[in-house]
């Protein structure tokens, strides 16, 4: 397993070409809104497009490409047991060989999962007087995965005999379940079915929450200062355009179960609504998008000569709209009794199989949804103490109902600049209900303008305990300004 564990950074690393998450921005410490500048700014705060607190205030032109990001996190992931595993130390250690469905259930079990990759394929912005201009293409893939104990066990284990009215036996007979199998063994059987399968998944999935998203987005932005006295006045507006090519979202609403996914072929996930039609049925469903939407960013922000300042701004107004299918519950079959999973052989096909609706569902209907983007208040400010040392601090809130989002997300920096051509960017995050993370990082340049680049952890509380609730990193491999 700890071989799979290299596997799936590296993976995840390599995923990231396919994938960008505005809350991801490289470069900019714990606090992205509060530090943010030039076309880094936009999904945060536009108006700091013509404000750069870590840039000399007379740059011209930006641009960058391959700023990478990717973060796993989750508190299954705080357990010094599992550390030790894959340290190798002589102390009580999680087995990650084990072949015991109990031992995975004990720890993905109520456990909730985030996955955030994303890249900035390309990236430029343009600095001229109280006018600035940028454009940004990035990509972005979010998973979130939180199962109950049922939906676990139905994973690694297999259905419980109560759950199910019939029974299906390896002979193909159908009986009813009363209770008492007899001389039926689980040996002897190799589906559940329930005729009312809203009741049966509404059960087992009754309090797990299943979601991914993978877009693509354009971004426009353009901002212009307005001097008044000694201080300015920074204002600025984005958009951008969104192209998705995957998303699944599984939750209750209002008591009900509702399933909802939109997939391009690429997933390799098939359609339960086209099944039964021809191949050339299914030729709407390729690479190309099976999402479209928009989105809108506000900001303002006021400096004095650039050592202190203050933020605000309104981002993510917006939708997109989705060509997919709603799954059916009806007529339930899950097959595979004794082990719906019996291949898995670490908790990432665990995950995986959770988020392929084929695991839970047996057919849909064509729909078009609309889904909001998620608006996202930003407060931030910061202030430049000397040539050596720049504090800033930020909030974001947003609705955590929303895939993806948090409900709050906090941050403190502490920039550090012991040379001109480095600099050191640490400090504390906090998003939602998670335990607060000590992001650490690193960057090279030559000076205030010219070549950078650099890399971050997102957590390095590991260095002085016995684990940590995330692993992460950002990097940046491209960007130079003059």
């Given at each position: 397993m700890r071989s799979s564990i290299l596997t799936f950074l590296v993976v995840a690393f390599s995923t990231t070409l396919i994938g960008q998450n505005q809350h991801l921005t490289y470069g900019t410490g714990a606090t992205p809104m509060a530090l943010g500048s030039d076309y880094r700014a936009m999904g945060w705060n536009p108006a700091h497009l013509t404000l750069s607190p870590l840039s000399a205030s007379n740059w011209k032109s930006a641009i960058g490409g391959l700023e990478i990001g990717v973060r796993l996190s989750s508190n299954a992931l705080d357990r010094s047991d599992l550390w030790n595993g894959i340290r190798d130390e002589n102390l009580e250690t999680f087995d990650w060989q084990s072949d015991k469905w109990s031992d995975w259930k004990d720890l993905l079990a109520n456990e909730e999962i985030a996955f955030n990759a994303d890249i900035t394929n390309a990236a430029s912005a343009k600095h001229w007087g109280n006018w600035g201009l940028a454009y940004a293409s990035k990509q972005h893939f979010q998973a979130e995965i939180l199962l109950d104990v049922q939906s676990v066990e139905l994973l690694l284990q297999g259905g419980a005999a109560s759950w199910f009215e019939l029974i299906v036996t390896n002979l193909g007979d159908t009986i009813p379940n009363e209770g008492n199998l007899g001389d039926i063994s689980l040996n002897d059987i190799t589906n559940g079915i329930d005729v009312d399968g809203d009741a049966?998944?509404?059960?087992?999935?009754?309090?797990?929450?299943?979601?991914?998203?993978?877009?693509?987005?354009?971004?426009?932005?353009?901002?212009?200062?307005?001097?008044?006295?000694?201080?300015?006045?920074?204002?600025?507006?984005?958009?951008?355009?969104?192209?998705?090519?995957?998303?699944?979202?599984?939750?209750?609403?209002?008591?009900?179960?509702?399933?909802?996914?939109?997939?391009?072929?690429?997933?390799?996930?098939?359609?339960?609504?086209?099944?039964?039609?021809?191949?050339?049925?299914?030729?709407?469903?390729?690479?190309?998008?099976?999402?479209?939407?928009?989105?809108?960013d506000f900001g303002v922000a006021l400096d004095w000569n650039e050592k202190i300042w203050a933020s605000a701004a309104i981002t993510d107004i917006g939708f997109m709209e989705w060509r997919g299918e709603r799954y059916r519950f009806g007529n339930l079959s899950i097959g595979n009794w004794q082990s719906p999973l019996s291949s898995a052989e670490n908790w990432i096909d665990i995950a995986t199989a959770a988020l392929d609706p084929d695991t839970w569902f047996s057919s849909s209907d064509l729909e078009v949804r609309k889904i909001k983007n998620g608006a996202t208040f930003h407060i931030g400010g910061g202030i430049k103490l000397n040539q050596l040392i720049t504090l800033a601090a930020d909030g974001s809130f947003d609705n955590p109902d929303l895939l993806g989002n948090s409900g709050t997300r906090l941050g403190l920096s502490f920039v550090f600049e012991p040379a001109p051509f480095v600099r050191i960017d640490g400090g504390l995050s906090k998003w939602g209900d998670e335990t607060i993370r000590y992001p650490l990082g690193l960057v090279l340049s030559t000076g205030k303008k010219g070549f950078e680049c650099g890399i971050q952890a997102t957590d390095v509380q590991g260095l002085w305990r016995d684990s940590q609730p995330e692993i992460g990193l950002r990097t940046c491999l491209v960007r130079w300004i003059w």
């Open positions: 049966i998944l509404g059960d087992i999935l009754a309090k797990s929450r299943l979601g991914f998203s993978w877009h693509r987005s354009h971004s426009v932005g353009v901002s212009k200062a307005w001097q008044l006295e000694k201080l300015t006045l920074h204002t600025g507006a984005s958009g951008r355009l969104l192209l998705g090519n995957g998303f699944f979202q599984l939750k209750q609403e209002d008591g009900t179960l509702d399933a909802f996914g939109a997939f391009s072929n690429g997933f390799n996930i098939p359609s339960l609504a086209v099944a039964a039609q021809p191949i050339s049925g299914q030729s709407v469903r390729n690479w190309g998008p099976v999402g479209q939407g928009w989105g809108a």
